[in-house]
């Protein structure tokens, strides 16, 4: 039974180009939610995903935007990169969308700002 | 908004002892409460949920407290082992109970 995965591991970009992160859910998962983790700091929810809808918004600008797919399969794009972004994004899937169930978690997306 | 303290400074414990790890919340009062553990380089792993209406839960080493009144979680890990080495996080449910807000969590060292 896979877990939840994420692509790429690792990823350098430059300020002002735009990133493309991709997650697959936990088999059985309808929910996607993404998370940016800063070093030494815990998990700060970006949006959640749900039958293809943005649910839930954190305190994110517009730059940052989702999708999820009918496979519920979920993209995180960043626009305009800028240093601060430099992070590790995780993906945590779920079984509806209520925070009351556990949160699976990828093992996220390591992204550089140069 | 809601707030969450965990320790910021690493707990170092021999090997064999009781580890305690603390979670207090201010401007909230939750349903629920979580705790995850991360290792270098991976994401967060689901230990527990402990609802509001208890008071303790227990899995295997592991035990959980919730004192609604103190506004404060406590998690132990008896006969710790050098294993058990990694940061601790616990984590509350937003207000519309969707997301999860996490604190900055605490490094466990478990000597040997």
């Known amino acids: 039974d896979a877990g939840v995965t994420q692509s790429p591991t690792h990823l350098i970009k430059t300020r002002g180009q735009q990133v493309t992160l991709r997650c697959s859910p936990k088999s059985g998962h309808d929910t996607v939610s993404w998370y940016q983790q800063a070093l030494g700091q815990g998990p700060q929810f970006i949006f959640q995903y749900y039958e293809e809808e943005e649910r839930q918004r954190g305190n994110f600008p517009d730059r940052f935007s989702g999708h999820q797919f009918p496979n519920y399969s979920s993209e995180l794009n960043v626009n305009a990169l800028l240093l601060g972004d430099s992070a590790l994004y995780l993906c945590?899937?779920?079984?509806?969308?209520?925070?009351?169930?556990?949160?699976?978690f990828g093992d996220g997306t390591r992204l550089s700002i140069l | 908004s809601q707030k969450i303290e965990q320790n910021s400074e690493a707990l170092n414990i021999q090997e064999g002892k009781t580890a305690t790890l603390t979670c207090n919340y201010t401007?909230?009062?939750?349903?629920?409460l979580q705790w995850y553990r991360q290792d270098p380089g991976r994401g967060p792993v689901f230990l527990l949920l402990?609802?509001?209406?208890?008071k303790e839960k227990r899995k295997e080493r592991l035990k959980v407290t919730f004192d609604t009144t103190l506004k404060q979680s406590l998690f132990h890990i008896t006969a710790s082992q050098p294993a058990d080495s990694a940061t601790y996080l616990c984590a509350l449910p937003d207000t519309g109970r969707r997301a999860l807000t996490f604190g900055s969590g605490t490094r466990l060292q478990v000597q040997p």
């Open positions: 402990i609802r509001e209406n208890e």
């Open positions: 945590a899937s779920s079984l509806g969308i209520l925070s009351n169930q556990p949160q699976h």
């Open positions: 401007n909230y009062s939750p349903a629920y």
